[in-house]
């Protein structure tokens, strides 16, 4: 009878410590890292634009370092600015991921410009902002008996399309009018080649005179407007005019007469 109760004992005491291994192999691997989500540093995402639509692509990967197969493995995410509007949401099925591999993905998504504007949301256009990545991730471990859920978050920056406009110098030599001028647009536009710009000197309503440039884009640009002299009459003011990527910019610039002397 001792003798029975002895492998009993030991038997319970063999299921208890399957049970701890079970349970520790199952717990351990999301504590110690040994799961990892890595998600996309901002130098890895990559950015690119067309016919007023914005594409975004952003790299991660999934670790699976443990024990078992991890299943139904699901991320859902949203992407906002900022001002936490929303940019884009959707949710990536992925499966199974087996013990000991890894898995590489990109969360690729696109959005309008014309969403912001229509919305009368026209920072990202004319500022820098940030886009900001939630993600929730959910799946199952050890033969689906564990059930894993966390979430995550990462930021990362937005250049403004069209990020500044403006006067550099201005020189005068009695003959002619030289206005030195900057246009400096996001890298993501340099497949759009480059657009018009237009200074227009006003006095009051009436137009005086007018000068077109040619601008790339993508870069920094500068440029130089001529005006032949002497004017009608004396300009109050500048206006800078141009259409970058399907959107209307105008710049206004006070005249200082002082820059006829």
């Keep these: 009878m001792a003798t029975r109760i002895r492998v009993i004992q030991v038997a319970i005491a ?34 690119s634009y067309e016919d007023g639509v ?11 370092g443990g024990f078992y197969d991890v299943s139904e493995l699901e991320i859902s995410y949203e992407v ?17 991921i087996p013990a000991g591999a890894v898995t590489s993905d990109t969360i690729d998504f696109s959005f309008r410009l014309d969403d912001f504007h229509d919305a009368s949301i026209v920072w990202l256009l004319f500022n820098d902002d940030f886009l900001n990545f939630a993600l929730e991730v959910s799946c199952y471990y050890t033969m689906k008996l564990v ?10 920056p937005w250049d403004a399309l069209i990020q500044d406009i403006g006067v550099d110098d201005v020189r005068s030599d009695g003959v002619q009018l030289e ?22 000197l006003f006095n009051g309503s009436t137009l005086i005179v007018q000068d077109v440039e040619y601008v790339s884009l993508g870069e920094m640009h500068s440029g130089t407007f001529s005006f032949d002299l002497p004017f ?26 002082g820059w006829l002397s």
């Excluded at 894993?148 to 990462?154: L, R, T």
Aim: glycine content about 4%; hydrophobic content about 40%; proline content about 6%.
């Design 179 to 200: 206005i030195e001028y900057h246009v400096f647009t996001s890298s993501i536009l340099e497949p759009l080649g480059g657009t018009i710009i237009t200074a227009k």
């Design 147 to 156: 059930h894993f859920y966390a979430e995550y978050s990462v930021s990362v």
């Design 80 to 96: 906002t600015n900022y001002t936490s509007v929303l940019v884009h949401s959707d949710t990536i099925d992925i499966g199974t």
């Design 14 to 47: 063999a299921v208890n410590l399957l049970i701890f291994a079970l349970a520790f192999t199952s717990i351990w691997p999301f504590p110690s890292g040994d799961f990892k989500i890595n998600l996309p540093e901002s130098e890895d995402v990559e950015w």
């Design 232 to 257: 009608s009459a004396i300009p109050d003011r500048m206006v800078l005019e141009t259409t970058i990527a399907g959107y209307d910019f105008v710049e206004t610039v006070p005249f200082d007469s």
């Design 54 to 64: 914005v594409h975004v692509s952003a790299p991660y990967s999934i670790d699976n």
